[in-house]
């Protein structure tokens, strides 16, 4: 294929929308967020039988449910927060048959396509891991479906 270039940008809204789906789809934020509901609702069954002993029974499940849908609001939150402090900087993105060429206001570099450990699709987003925590954010509305085709051909890519 020939070489390609984009202008990789990552719209705050898009990102959100990203985090949050991710942490809500990994089993451990849902199953807090699903035992925080269930500590809620049994909070409101307790208390409306109406004796001091069950309304503070309510009271302590009430809490416990806050402790465990505080995690995957924190996640949440703590990565929203960290993107508007420091949004991902817009990269210049040349794409070759043996590597990726990247310039940014702060850098210019290039990986060979076997420095990308996995790649992740999503409905908006091309997702390149070079290491567990660090990736690049690609917009797949930026390319062409051949072009998705050859970059998914280079990097093993799990859809979600």
């Known amino acids: 294929m020939e070489p390609f270039t984009i202008q990789s940008i990552v719209p705050e809204k898009a990102y959100n929308t990203y985090v949050t789906t991710a942490v809500l789809n990994h089993l451990p934020g ?4 699903i035992f ?7 909070a409101v069954v307790v208390c409306d039988s109406g004796t001091d002993l069950d309304v503070e029974r309510a009271g302590y499940l009430f809490l ?4 465990f849908i ?3 609001v924190n996640r949440i939150l703590k990565a929203r927060r960290a993107f508007k402090k420091e949004p991902i900087p817009p990269a210049e993105m040349t794409f070759l048959e043996d590597r990726v060429i990247m310039k940014t206001r702060f850098e210019e570099g290039f990986i060979k396509w ?3 450990i996995a790649g ?7 997702i390149l891991y070079q290491t567990r925590q660090g990736a ?25």
């Open 36 to 42: 925080g509901l269930i500590c809620w609702v049994l």
């Open 120 to 126: 992740r699709e999503t409905a908006v987003f091309l």
């Open 30 to 33: 849902l199953l807090y967020l």
């Open 64 to 67: 416990i449910g806050l402790l």
């Open 136 to 160: 690049y954010f690609l917009l797949k509305s930026l390319f062409t479906p051949e072009q998705l085709a050859f970059i998914k051909s280079r990097v093993r890519t799990v859809a979600s």
């Open 114 to 116: 076997d420095g990308f």
């Open 70 to 72: 505080q995690n995957p």
